[in-house]
């Protein structure tokens, strides 16, 4: 059984700072890894997509990469900004499981100003 | 372009009834999956449809039930609704490339309240 952690669950910053968000799988066979915003209530916003045959995205100022041999991923955060606070979901695929998408519980982030 | 589209985005429900939630898909994309988040917990799979059926189910039971048409539209049914079932209902599509889906777009969700 897949199983998803996220570490920190939860992390409050002053503004401008640099932010590093962790997340491993128990089974290190991800084939697609995707990164997620979620805004209370509300659904979920695609921050970052790591294709298979990739390591590393970058957009703006984020940027994720992901180790296959230890099925494990990091979300950088540069130069924080209030507008950034959301719980942050990561979220992977087993290619052979025609693409359910395993989640973790997310890292809540708080940025003050 | 629209993403995907959810509907309807509140509902509230007595304890035995039944519910249809409805998603249209992000235009291009052939295959919608659908989660169910509680409170503080990250997304849970129920299934996947494809070509207008089921190809992956997650560990929901029977009274969990869907319907994929032509146009990729789906549905989710859940019928006897208990208290648990309240929670937010994501949809997401996708399209369907080799060996799996590939990146997934997210509608805004269903709140299902169960009173």
């Known amino acids: 059984k897949q199983e998803v952690t996220q570490i920190p669950a939860a992390l409050s910053v002053p503004e401008g700072e640099n932010l590093v968000l962790n997340c491993s799988f128990t089974d290190s066979a991800i084939y697609n890894l995707q990164w997620f915003r979620q805004d209370p209530g509300k659904g979920l916003t695609s921050l970052l997509l790591i294709q298979s045959s990739q390591r590393e995205q970058t957009s703006g100022r984020l940027n994720a990469s992901l180790d296959k041999s230890s099925g494990r991923s990091t979300l950088y955060i540069a130069a924080s900004q209030p507008g950034d606070s959301a719980t942050y979901l990561c979220a992977g695929d087993r290619g052979s499981t025609l693409g359910r998408l395993y989640f973790g519980r997310g890292t809540q982030l708080t940025v003050w100003p | 372009d629209a993403g995907v589209t959810q509907s309807p985005t509140h509902l509230i429900k007595t304890r035995g009834q039944q519910v249809t939630l409805r998603c249209s898909p992000k235009?291009?994309?052939?295959?919608v999956s659908w989660y169910q988040q509680a409170l503080g917990q990250g997304p849970q799979f129920i299934f996947q449809y494809y070509e207008e059926e089921e190809r992956q189910r997650g560990n929901f039971p029977d009274r969990f039930s869907g319907h994929q048409f032509p146009n990729y539209s789906s549905e989710l049914n859940v019928n006897a609704l208990l208290l648990g079932d309240s929670a937010l209902y994501l949809c997401?599509?996708?399209?369907?490339?080799?060996?799996?889906?590939?990146?997934?777009?997210f509608g805004s969700g269903t709140r299902l309240t169960v009173v």
């Open positions: 997401a599509s996708s399209w369907t490339v080799g060996r799996g889906a590939q990146g997934y777009t």
């Open positions: 235009s291009g994309h052939d295959t």
